[in-house]
């Protein structure tokens, strides 16, 4: 695979001054955990690594294997090769809800949506997603139209009995009827969570996962802390939605799957479980949604 396929980070290309330097390395994790989303096609930072670099990074932290995810046709196409090329990665493809719109009214919805459909038999893609409903950065003329294509992308997750991975913002009451109203697939997850701690009990008794990822250590984000403590310990996952939502204190520099340990960490502080047990926690509901690879 050509590295030159990997698009590069638009993070910051509002003029804004970044740091492009990568943070320094954590202590590795006691027990292995995997990054259950990360955007390894999309580049970052000022090192040029390569994928194979950043996988030993990561490995090095304890965290040996991660959920590619490629949310729309480009990097869908990249994630089917990437999982061939690399034994620790699994994959996840769809179209996120902010492509949706616009490929909906150029009429190329059914064909990109056809096409996701043919890279999720790949046996290791075990995910459709991201998929959801983004009304941040959607307006409201254009929500219906979001919301065709993520119902397609749930009875497509359930009928190749594969994982849902839901990217939701500003939508939660939304995302929750949707997905009573098809009915959600057996192993559903809420990556990056964003709700309260009320929405975090809604979805524990709903059997979905919560997945948390750096923004968990964020000084403005006790709200999602609150949701952390109410969710029930056994649907725990960690993410880095890399390479976004770096942790504290390396906020707005690169984030990589090597950093993990920085939001585990900051996870089994919140919750007051000592820190081998929540690795053990959450590599349990990593295997019960993907299986093993
Ligand atoms: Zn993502």
Same mark, same amino acid.
């Not at 910051?12 to 995997?34: N, T």
């Not at 390569?50 to 990249?78: T, Y």
């Not at 997603?129 to 919301?147: A, N």
């Not at 359930?158 to 995302?175: C, F, M, N, T, Y």
């Given at each position: 695979? /050509? ?33 259950? =989303?990360?955007? !390894? ?49 699994? *994959?996840?493809?769809? !179209? ?25 038999? =790949? ?25 065709? /294509? ?16 839901? =990217? ?9 009827? &949707? ?12 990556? +990056? ?9 809604? +979805? *524990? ?30 649907? !725990? ?11 504290? @204190? ?9 950093? &993990? @340990? ?16 929540? +690795?053990?926690?959450?590599? +349990? ?9």
């Amino acid at each position: 695979m /050509s590295e030159a396929t990997r698009a590069r980070s638009g993070e910051g290309a509002d003029g804004r001054r970044r740091e492009l330097a990568r943070p320094p390395a954590p202590e590795p994790l006691p027990l292995p955990v995997v990054d259950n =989303h990360t955007h !390894l096609d999309i580049e970052d930072g000022d090192d040029l690594a390569d994928v194979e670099e950043l996988l030993a990074r990561a490995a090095a932290a304890g965290v040996p294997r991660a959920v590619q995810i490629g949310c729309d046709l480009p990097a869908a196409r990249w994630t089917v090769q990437a999982v061939d090329e690399h034994p620790q990665l699994l *994959g996840g493809v769809a !179209l996120h809800p902010n492509e949706v719109p616009a490929l909906a009214e150029a009429g190329e919805l059914d064909a990109a949506v056809a096409e996701i459909a043919e890279l999720a038999r =790949h046996p290791r893609v075990r995910v459709v997603g991201e998929t959801g409903l983004d009304h941040f950065r959607t307006p409201p003329e254009q929500w219906h139209l979001q919301e065709d /294509s993520f119902r397609r992308h749930i009875r497509l997750a359930k009928e190749l009995g594969l994982a849902l991975q839901i =990217h939701d913002r500003d939508a939660h009451d939304d995302v929750l009827r &949707v997905l009573a109203e098809e009915g959600a697939p057996e192993r559903t997850v809420f990556h +990056c969570f964003s709700g309260d701690a009320a929405m975090a009990r809604v +979805c *524990g008794d709903a059997g979905y996962y919560l997945s948390f990822a750096g923004n968990i250590t964020f000084k403005n984000a006790g709200e999602l802390r609150e949701a952390l403590r109410a969710a029930p310990r056994d649907r !725990l996952l960690v993410e880095t939605d890399a390479p976004y939502l770096t942790p504290a @204190p390396h906020r707005g520099r690169p984030n990589a799957s090597y950093l &993990v @340990p920085v939001t585990v960490r900051a996870m089994a502080e919140v919750t007051g479980t000592d820190l081998e047990r929540m +690795c053990h926690l959450l590599q +349990c509901a990593t295997e019960e949604v993907y299986g093993t690879w």
